[in-house]
């Protein structure tokens, strides 16, 4: 208890600038680095404990870490280390202040377990260790209960078959013995019916399996390529909130949304020359292929088959559906990531379940008339893109 | 309406009852084996089945658990404001080769061209484009192209060879500049700078010459040798003579447009052009003529004198020396009646190269007063400037070794000059030869140096085709290998700093534009427009297009004075040339629509294209009437020798409806030995079997030999086995009977709709309901729509062997139908053989997007289903190729992949042998021929059905400009390719839900009838009945 109390007249003062901390840790830090897991870098919690507790050496390594592994200073060798453990991948130097660095060291160190006993208070957040579930905690708990369920039918089957065999035995007026017992299970167990059903739940899992991995053929969702520039989406969509059109310039007028052009880039970085991760690195490539004229060989993410023609304006201007309907939160995604299927079946739902909007004018007066006509006529309910002959073939194949 | 019997090739005529033929006929794709015919070591048995499909189940297995390729995607370093990838770019251009012009807009996709669309601002061309114009997209995209300069001694670069070329420049012997028609103002002015630094001369050379009418006309208006324009558009009566403006002579697109203008039927006002053509061969012109007369070449000269007296003594005009002539009936005077009746609006063309004969076609054109009102002499045509006596004195002079610079530009007199033996010997006293072809042939491998010039859309430049109406040429892709302007090599010789470019726009600011214009601004209209009429300019109003005020181009009155040409001398060396010629077979060499001069040979949709008349691709053949078959004992694909004096030439032999009985006819432009691939093995050089009598020549033989050799050879043939099964598939009446004939044509209609059944549900079209009408009236059969819809459509090449087999892939054919009032049962009129001398139909047939459609019943995968805009779809992913739609469609029309005819060359070890050299041509097989594709639509694996999606691509593409614009369709916005391209407007597209549409007019038009409309297919295309204009026919004398 006593050590408690300490704990809170000590995090006390720090809670404050901790609270600052915690901004420039999401604004510096967080698309590197997560508190509880890896990412690009190690996880920070319990940093100050691989440290030592030496703050000064830490505050010099994010300074610039080149610089400390080459200085010779007490933790050099630990640097190295992590260096070499994280694929020879340098953290950027960071033009933070001192003061700046230590409040998000504070703030990593004060910052809440993310548990569900945060109300416990900031002391419960010490701790090392966690009581989260992650998937795998969950898989194997399932995995117990499946196997206990199992069991259990065993032993149901097994007294059943013990029942039956005494309730025969009875009929019979014979003794129930173990030899008895044991033919009736082995007669059940063989028993057609058992057979069947065994037979049965293989086929069923076998064909299921095959059947997911067929249609999951060519399909790449969550598919995300390692692009020639780290261009992070979080910070330029989602913290600086550029719009999705200012480089995708297309998506209203052309089937591309189009990867933007290197002048497009150059737009901003012609002044910003540093960003907050990679420093001048990745920025870099940007100015290189300016300067050169030679395109960045950007991975495609979201590959259609040859025979899928999709227009990006038909769904953005004409249609008017939002970005994230199909590409999931970018503004979220250091890197971009397939969100959607990209199935067939994922598009005819869409084109299935997708109401529009009757009131449209020019192109649409007279279609939209005589649907509105049917719709208040009652021969449909939901007009939907099927109505509009959005499930027929050579609108999407030709 | 007159009972007529159609026919297809004599084959089905003689045929048609034999049923062992019509179990053959009614089958639609050849069932022999592909493989196994080329190669007897690979027939399979069942074990090599099993093999193989073990195989295959094993490979796709194998093939689906590898992870897919990683794509990328380059943005633009630079993007230009204008482009945006996805979305099509129009550039104006101009297509011209030496034998055809057209202004045309030239569709780029991320920078590269992919089509070539006419070019709608153009008041000559007026938005039309022939099957060439087309199909020479693909020339940018041709892997046989000079990649570098080549030096064939010493160092093959620029530096070095324009070194060796200025030194040789400098030697003091003159220069010869040899090129094809240069109608390029800039260039000539730049090619007279030059040569008055080094002293020399410029020769232009047509590989096929006109040059007799250039000079009879500098004779008959005393002027230096000129050509006239002609305005078919003016004329209610044309007279053709060997001539066949509508296919190669002159200037055929802008002939069409002009021709097509006459042609449309108003059935309110119920009035035609009427044309007699008399020819040798059955040309696209002949087919489409009112009265056609069979006549042979040696008879031209006596043709043109005849109608000369005629109208000579018509007019009191006095007579010349007559020839001895007998033609079908009295159809000479006939002719001269004709044109006399409709003097002021007449035209009399002929295709002789005799200056003699162009004489006195210009006389009997002065008599019925056609200069000044059909043929406009103030704006002459700069679309032929070759002289055949220039080109002779230039061959002498550099045999004598006068010459000590020769360069050569678009010409390629090592094959096509009647005599290039003495060409090639003439080139070995030249000093030094440099060439500026674009890709090898054999004039540019008999030079020492070659500059490849760009290729027409990667270059500049202007052309006047008519004086004072000029059109410019953009690039549309920047050059794709180390290439360069022949203008600025010449630049660069003269010591010009400047490049072509401006030079270009310093010659357009001193002469083309008035003094006080703008230069910038109407330099850039003119760029953007793709022309510019100094005549026309007044015209030009606000929100007019030079299309719109093209009718302002009135035909000059004002004549040059006349000198009193004695016709007398002409008219007897006419009649001691054009004698009789009985008993003789005449060669006659003529030009094919698709192949023309042969310049463009190595272009393999030019080579598959079918002839509009003998159907036939990839080679060449003596044409020759059934008669002269008959005696000769020669059946069709015979190989024989015909001998010409010195020449002989082995070729097989195509019985031809039409041909004149003492003729034969053997098409130029074939037997290329130096040119890119697919100009390979395809036919013979009859260039040397050309007369030329030392001033002119003429592109026909009296007197040649025929003998059969024993051989056969097997033609590439389209819709020769086929029978019509009795039906009638075309409609046709002429001008006379046109009120009865409609009468009955309406009621027979409206009683057979009565009677259709069905059990399938009638279909409602509530949004679009996309439908085709096809005049037959306006369509020439001229093919431009086949190449258009190929090119749009990704459609393969698949190479002579599989056009045998019938597996050609054109989605749209042109069907062309001889008919006959007389049957060999029941001979009428001067007809005794039907095929002496038919008429024809041209039905251009695609899918007919029927509503109540065979295909789509049977398909057991529904791949083939309708759309709610009356579109029968192929869905190419969903088909697995059990070919019952193609089956089960009645106007066959649905092509089958039987092998992946996109075969890529770097896939050796997995693909037969004979799919190499089968599928060498399709342009899909090498990365530069690839580029020519069209994004927007899939290229279809083997084992697939496809057919005419009436332009889906299109028709999506269009609606969503619409809706992002947020207005209705507008009517005509959207145009299928063949539509759009139909140098004579026959196709037309539209929404017939809209019944302000034109579409819907000319669907419920009284000429309109359905294809087989009496199986209830109720197609969405509607053919319009042909109207002839028939004269009075001639009797038999």
Redesign the interface.
């Known amino acids: 208890m006593r050590y408690l109390i300490a704990i809170f007249m000590l995090a006390a003062p720090v809670w404050a600038s901790a609270q600052d901390g915690e901004a420039l840790f999401k604004g510096n830090c967080a698309s590197c680095h997560k508190l509880d897991a890896k990412l690009t870098g190690p996880a920070l919690r319990g940093v100050h404990e691989r440290w030592d507790n030496k703050t000064e050496e830490l505050v010099a390594f994010i300074h610039n870490s080149q610089e400390y592994m080459k200085a010779g200073r007490a933790k050099s060798a630990y640097a190295q280390k992590l260096f070499q453990e994280y694929n020879q991948t340098i953290m950027p130097a960071q033009a933070l202040s001192d003061a700046e660095i230590k409040a998000v060291l504070d703030y990593i160190k004060a910052a809440p377990a993310p548990t569900a006993d945060v109300a416990a208070g900031p002391g419960a957040a010490a701790p090392q260790g966690t009581s989260s579930l992650d998937d795998r905690s969950v898989f194997y708990i399932l995995a117990t209960i499946a196997g206990l369920l199992l069991f259990f039918c065993l032993v149901l089957i097994v007294l059943i078959a013990i029942a039956t065999s005494a309730i025969k035995a009875h009929e019979r007026g014979e003794k129930l013995t173990w030899s008895f017992i044991n033919q009736n299970v082995k007669g059940f167990l063989k028993s057609p019916f058992v057979t069947t059903m065994v037979v049965l739940v293989v086929l069923g899992g076998a064909g299921n399996a095959a059947y997911k991995f067929l249609w999951s053929?060519?399909l790449?969702d969550g598919y995300k390529?390692v692009q020639p520039i780290a261009f992070s989406h979080a910070v330029h969509a989602g913290q600086y909130k550029i719009g999705c059109q200012y480089c995708h310039?297309?998506v209203?007028?052309?089937?591309?949304a189009?990867?933007?052009?290197?002048?497009?880039c150059m737009n901003c970085h012609n002044v910003i020359e540093e960003g907050p991760k990679y420093g001048k690195k990745e920025i870099a490539k940007v100015r290189e292929?300016?300067n050169t004229?030679?395109?960045?060989?950007?991975?495609?993410v979201h590959?259609l088959p040859?025979?899928v023609?999709f227009?990006h304006?038909?769904h953005v201007?004409?249609a008017g559906l939002e970005c994230a309907e199909c590409h999931g939160k970018v503004e979220e995604m250091e890197e971009v990531y397939q969100h959607a299927r990209l199935s067939m079946g994922w598009c005819v739902n869409c084109h299935r379940e997708k109401e529009i909007d009757l009131n449209k004018?020019?192109?649409?007066?007279?279609?939209h008339a005589?649907?509105r006509a049917d719709m208040a006529a009652g021969k449909v309910g939901k007009i939907t893109v099927e109505k509009?002959?959005g499930l027929?073939?050579?609108?999407c194949?030709? | 309406m007159a009972e007529k019997k159609y026919w297809m090739s004599y084959q089905q005529l003689e045929n048609e009852k034999n049923p062992e033929f019509l179990k053959t006929a009614s089958r639609e794709f050849s069932e022999d084996p592909f493989l196994e015919a080329l190669d007897e070591t690979t027939a399979s048995n069942r074990r090599d089945f099993l093999k193989f499909f073990g195989f295959s189940v094993g490979a796709s297995a194998v093939m689906?658990a590898c992870s897919?390729p990683?794509?990328?995607?380059?943005?633009?370093?630079?993007?230009p404001v204008e482009a945006?990838?996805?979305?099509a770019d129009y550039y104006a251009s101009t297509f011209f080769d030496g034998m055809e012009y057209s202004s045309v807009l030239v569709k780029t996709r991320e920078g590269r061209p992919i089509k070539i669309e006419g070019n709608p601002e153009s008041p000559i061309t007026r938005g039309g484009v022939g099957a060439r114009g087309h199909a020479h997209v693909l020339s940018v995209y041709d892997s046989y192209r000079f990649q570098a300069p080549v030096a064939r001694k010493g160092e093959s670069t620029y530096e070095k060879i324009d070194a060796a070329v200025a030194e040789s420049l400098k030697s003091g012997k003159e220069v010869a500049i040899l090129t094809s028609t240069l109608p390029s103002p800039s260039t000539l002015a730049l090619i007279g700078e030059f040569l008055k630094k080094y002293p020399g001369r410029h020769v232009q050379y047509d590989a096929v010459s006109s040059s007799a009418i250039l000079e009879s006309h500098g004779q008959t208006f005393s002027t230096d040798p000129f050509l006239p324009r002609f305005r078919f558009d003016k004329a209610d009566l044309i007279v053709g003579v060997n001539a066949d403006f509508l296919g190669t002579w002159i200037s055929p697109v802008e002939f069409t447009k002009q021709y097509a203008q006459g042609r449309k039927f108003d059935e309110t006002k119920k009035k035609l052009s009427r044309h007699l053509q008399f020819e040798t061969n059955l040309t696209v012109t002949g087919a489409n003529a009112d009265l056609r007369v069979p006549m042979k070449p040696s008879q031209e000269g006596a043709v043109i004198l005849k109608i000369y007296n005629e109208v000579a003594a018509a007019l009191g005009k006095p007579q010349l020396a007559a020839a001895n002539i007998e033609l079908a009936g009295n159809s000479v005077a006939l002719a001269a009646r004709e044109l006399l009746n409709a003097k002021g609006r007449a035209i009399l063309v002929c295709g002789s190269n005799d200056p003699n004969v162009q004489l006195l076609v210009n006389g009997i054109n002065l008599m019925i007063e056609a200069y000044g009102n059909t043929i406009d002499v103030e704006r002459k045509s700069n679309l032929r400037q070759g002289l055949d006596k220039e080109f002779r004195a230039l061959v002498a002079d550099m045999a004598a070794g006068k010459i000590g610079t020769l360069f050569v530009l678009d010409a390629n007199p090592a094959y096509n000059y009647p005599d290039p033996q003495a060409f090639v010997e003439a080139m070995k006293n030249v000093p030094v030869k440099v060439s500026f072809a674009e890709s090898e042939d054999e004039t540019s491998s008999l030079c020492d140096y070659v500059l490849p010039n760009h290729t027409a859309l990667e270059s500049w430049g202007d052309f006047e085709p008519y004086v004072g109406s000029y059109s410019l040429r953009q690039p549309s892709i920047s050059p794709i290998f180390m290439t360069r302007p022949f203008q600025d090599a010449l630049l660069k010789w003269l010591g010009d700093e400047r490049d072509y470019y401006t030079y270009l726009r310093d010659y357009w600011k001193a002469n083309v534009f008035g003094k006080n214009a703008d230069f910038e601004t109407a330099w850039k209209k003119a760029v953007h427009d793709g022309v510019y009429d100094k005549k026309l300019a007044d015209a030009l109003t606000e929100g007019k297009t030079w299309c719109d005020v093209f009718e302002a181009d009135v035909v000059s009155d004002k004549l040059p004075k006349l000198k009193d040409v004695d016709l007398s001398a002409a008219a007897s060396a006419v009649a001691a040339a054009y004698g009789e010629s009985k008993g003789k077979i005449d060669l006659l060499l003529y030009q094919k629509v698709s192949i023309g001069s042969g310049n463009m040979a190595q272009n393999p949709w030019l080579q598959e294209m079918p002839d509009p008349i003998t159907r036939a691709c990839w080679d060449n053949y003596v044409t020759i009437s059934k008669k002269l078959a008959d005696e000769k004992g020669l059946k069709n694909e015979d190989l024989v020798t015909v001998k010409a004096g010195k020449f002989s030439v082995k070729l097989p032999v195509l019985i031809q409806p039409g041909q004149h009985a003492e003729t034969i006819g053997i098409a130029l432009g074939y037997g290329r030995t130096v040119a890119g691939r697919a100009a390979y093995g395809t036919g013979q050089n009859v260039y040397p079997a050309a007369r030329f009598d030392g001033d002119n020549i003429h592109y026909f033989t009296s007197g040649v030999e025929l003998s059969p050799t024993g051989e056969t050879y097997e033609l590439a043939l389209f819709q020769i086995n086929g029978t019509l099964m009795g039906r009638n598939l075309v409609k046709e009446t002429t001008l006379a009977n046109y009120d009865k004939d409609i009468k009955i044509h309406k009621e027979e209609r409206a009683q057979l709709r009565q009677h259709l059944v069905t059990l399938f549900p009638d279909r409602e079209y509530?949004?679009h309901h996309w439908a085709m009408v096809i005049d037959l009236n306006e369509c020439t059969g001229c093919g431009a729509c086949v190449i258009s819809c190929q090119v749009e459509n990704n459609v393969p090449v698949v190479g002579k062997t599989e056009v045998r087999r019938g597996r050609d892939m054109h989605w749209i054919r042109i069907d062309r139908y001889y008919s006959t009032d007389s049957t060999p049962d029941d001979p009428k009129d001067w007809n005794e053989d039907p095929g002496e001398n038919p008429k024809v139909v041209f039905e251009p047939m695609l899918c007919q997007h029927c509503n109540n459609a065979p295909c789509e019943n049977v398909c057991p995968v529904l791949a083939t289903?309708h759309?709610?805009?009356g579109?029968n779809?192929?869905?190419?992913?969903?088909c697995f190729g059990t070919r019952y739609c193609a089956n089960n469609c009645p106007y066959k029309v649905r092509r089958f992949n039987w092998l992946d005819y996109t075969y890529r060359e770097d896939q050796d070890g997995l693909i037969h042998q004979a799919f190499k050299t089968e599928f060498k041509y399709n342009p899909a097989i090498d990365d530069l021929g690839r580029m020519v594709l069209n994004p927007?639509?899939?290229?279809r694996a083997r084992g697939v059905m496809e057919k005419c999606?009436f332009c889906?691509?299109r028709l999506?593409a269009g609606?969503?400009k619409?809706?992002?614009?947020?207005?209705?369709?507008r009517d005509g916005e959207i145009q299928t390719a063949c539509s759009q391209s139909c140098p004579a407007g026959a196709i037309k597209f539209g929404d017939i839900n809209d019944p302000n549409s034109a579409v819907f007019k000319y669907f419920n038009n009284e000429r309109a009838f359905m294809v087989i409309e009496e199986v209830k297919t109720l197609p969405n295309i509607s053919y319009l009945m042909k109207v002839r204009n028939e004269p009075e026919m001639p009797k038999k004398a």
């Open positions: 053929l060519n790449h390529p310039v297309g209203e007028k052309s089937k591309n189009t990867i933007p052009s290197t002048n497009i292929s300016y004229g030679k395109p960045i060989e950007w991975v495609k590959n040859d025979l023609y227009n304006a038909q201007k004409v004018d020019g192109y649409y007066r007279s279609l005589s649907l509009l002959g027929e073939c050579a609108r194949h030709y | 689906a897919t990683v794509r990328y995607a380059l943005p633009y370093v630079h993007k945006m990838p996805g979305i509530t949004g289903v759309s709610s805009e579109l779809q192929q869905a190419y992913n969903r927007d639509v899939t290229v999606s889906v691509q999506q609606k969503l619409a809706k992002s614009e947020g207005r209705p369709l």
